[in-house]
């Protein structure tokens, strides 16, 4: 029988954390595969509290947990800003790594992690888990398949849910574009992993961002602070097939349609549809018609849970990523979404920014 792997986590607070409702379930739904040992907040007294409700180890510091024998994969689930220093640490200790997408601030600490992660050869993988999402794999294949014959285009919006004109106090930094966390980061970067994952590289791209409010009303306090990131953000070009692309992102939601994807061919048409943007923590919805049909039929229903599987899409998504992680680290392989991968999708968005920058 094969030893789990030891995780430790760097930012997991069971009280309020997207670490602990979906990292924790989907590691616990990979039976023996992992172990998660220990963990490391911003505070000893914050790692202590996760560690007496989890049953963890907890380490003074960061720098404890990764220098820590009864750790082999560190996980980091803290805000961008921080994620270049403490992934650096890990690599640097000689971890392997799951780093929350997005991988870096900027393009710039991206290719260093990278170029770190394959002087050390480790498994470095960032978590762009949409791509393991059982509705994009299904969707690779169909299309792979020649389900819609050749695509000619594809066109995708979405709504961020965040990123208008309220927010929380704690979600306030997404507001700030200096934090590497707007809607184009995380939303819209989440759902290019996956457009990539289905339909292969992009081409040449151009962008508009707009924003609609300069300010932004904080619930928490009835405080106005200022808001400098997007909540229009328009691309458009093509695929390196040459098919036709479209994306628009807005912030905030809608009473229509908050995510409508669709891929149109020589032979059909495919339509993905969710409740919200962000396609890595949604139930997507696949609906199709080739050929002779006139009307959309249900390609996909809403998949089965596996048993075992966590019924949060945005956990059972992770739960694919760690097994893939578990693949990587046992037998030598590249499955789970790299450092390197991260990079190419960084480059895309950078090339967004800039193209926008041009246009204002």
Same mark, same amino acid.
């Not at 986590?9 to 670490?19: E, H, R, T, V, Y």
């Not at 870096?104 to 991206?110: S, T």
């Not at 599987?309 to 590249?334: K, L």
């Given at each position: 029988m094969t030893d789990p792997i030891k995780v430790g986590f760097i930012g997991l607070n069971p009280d309020s954390n997207w670490a602990f409702n979906a990292h924790i379930p989907a590691l616990k739904s990979l039976g023996d595969s992992f172990e998660i040992v220990g963990v490391a907040n911003s505070s000893p007294e914050s790692a202590q509290r996760t560690a007496e409700a989890l049953g963890l180890t907890a380490f003074d510091s960061p720098a404890d947990l990764v220098a820590s024998e009864l750790i082999e994969l560190v996980v980091v689930t803290v805000k961008v800003p921080y994620h270049f220093e403490l992934v650096t640490m890990a690599l640097n200790a000689g971890k392997h790594v799951y780093c929350e997408w997005p991988l870096g601030n900027g393009l710039e600490e991206a290719r @260093?992690?990278?170029?770190?992660?394959?002087?050390?050869?480790?498994?470095?993988?960032?978590? +762009?888990?949409?791509?393991?999402?059982?509705?994009?794999?299904?969707?690779?294949?169909?299309?792979? /398949?020649? #389900?819609? !014959?050749?695509? %000619?285009?594809?066109? %995708?919006?979405?709504?961020?849910?965040?990123?208008?004109? +309220?927010?929380?106090?704690?979600? $306030? #930094?997404?507001? /700030?574009?200096?934090?590497?966390?707007?809607? *184009?980061?995380?939303?819209?970067?989440?759902? %290019?992993?996956?457009?990539? &994952?289905?339909?292969?590289?992009? !081409?040449?791209?151009?962008?508009?961002?707009?924003?609609? #409010?300069?300010?932004?009303?904080?619930?928490?306090?009835?405080? *106005?602070?200022?808001?400098?990131?997007? /909540?229009?953000?328009?691309?458009?070009?093509?695929?390196?097939?040459?098919?036709?692309?479209?994306?628009? #992102?807005?912030?905030?939601?809608?009473?229509?349609?908050?995510?409508?994807?669709?891929?149109?061919?020589?032979?059909? /048409?495919?339509?993905?549809? @969710?409740?919200?943007?962000?396609?890595?923590?949604?139930?997507?919805?696949?609906?199709?018609?080739?050929?002779?049909?006139? &009307?959309? +039929? &249900?390609?996909?229903?809403?998949?089965?849970? $596996? *048993? !075992? *599987?966590?019924?949060?899409? !945005?956990?059972?998504?992770?739960?694919g990523m760690y097994a893939r992680v578990a693949q990587d680290i046992r037998t030598g392989s590249r499955s789970a979404p790299s450092f390197a991968d991260a990079v190419g999708l960084h480059e895309i968005l950078d090339g967004i920014e800039h193209s926008a920058a041009q246009r204002a």
């Amino acid at each position: 029988m094969t030893d789990p792997i030891k995780v430790g986590f760097i930012g997991l607070n069971p009280d309020s954390n997207w670490a602990f409702n979906a990292h924790i379930p989907a590691l616990k739904s990979l039976g023996d595969s992992f172990e998660i040992v220990g963990v490391a907040n911003s505070s000893p007294e914050s790692a202590q509290r996760t560690a007496e409700a989890l049953g963890l180890t907890a380490f003074d510091s960061p720098a404890d947990l990764v220098a820590s024998e009864l750790i082999e994969l560190v996980v980091v689930t803290v805000k961008v800003p921080y994620h270049f220093e403490l992934v650096t640490m890990a690599l640097n200790a000689g971890k392997h790594v799951y780093c929350e997408w997005p991988l870096g601030n900027g393009l710039e600490e991206a290719r @260093a992690l990278a170029a770190l992660a394959e002087e050390k050869g480790v498994v470095a993988v960032a978590g +762009t888990q949409a791509r393991a999402a059982h509705e994009i794999q299904h969707l690779k294949t169909l299309i792979a /398949d020649g #389900y819609v !014959g050749r695509v %000619l285009s594809t066109s %995708l919006i979405g709504s961020g849910g965040n990123w208008a004109n +309220t927010t929380s106090e704690a979600l $306030y #930094y997404l507001f /700030d574009k200096r934090n590497g966390g707007t809607m *184009e980061d995380i939303p819209m970067g989440h759902t %290019l992993a996956a457009v990539r &994952e289905v339909l292969g590289e992009f !081409g040449p791209l151009s962008a508009t961002k707009l924003s609609n #409010y300069e300010t932004v009303t904080v619930t928490d306090t009835g405080e *106005e602070k200022p808001k400098t990131a997007p /909540d229009q953000v328009m691309v458009q070009g093509s695929l390196a097939s040459g098919a036709a692309f479209s994306m628009h #992102y807005r912030g905030g939601t809608n009473r229509g349609t908050n995510f409508l994807w669709e891929i149109n061919g020589t032979e059909g /048409d495919i339509q993905v549809t @969710a409740g919200l943007g962000h396609a890595q923590m949604v139930q997507l919805t696949i609906k199709g018609a080739r050929r002779d049909e006139t &009307e959309l +039929t &249900e390609q996909m229903p809403v998949p089965a849970v $596996y *048993e !075992g *599987e966590p019924e949060f899409p !945005g956990a059972r998504n992770i739960a694919g990523m760690y097994a893939r992680v578990a693949q990587d680290i046992r037998t030598g392989s590249r499955s789970a979404p790299s450092f390197a991968d991260a990079v190419g999708l960084h480059e895309i968005l950078d090339g967004i920014e800039h193209s926008a920058a041009q246009r204002a």
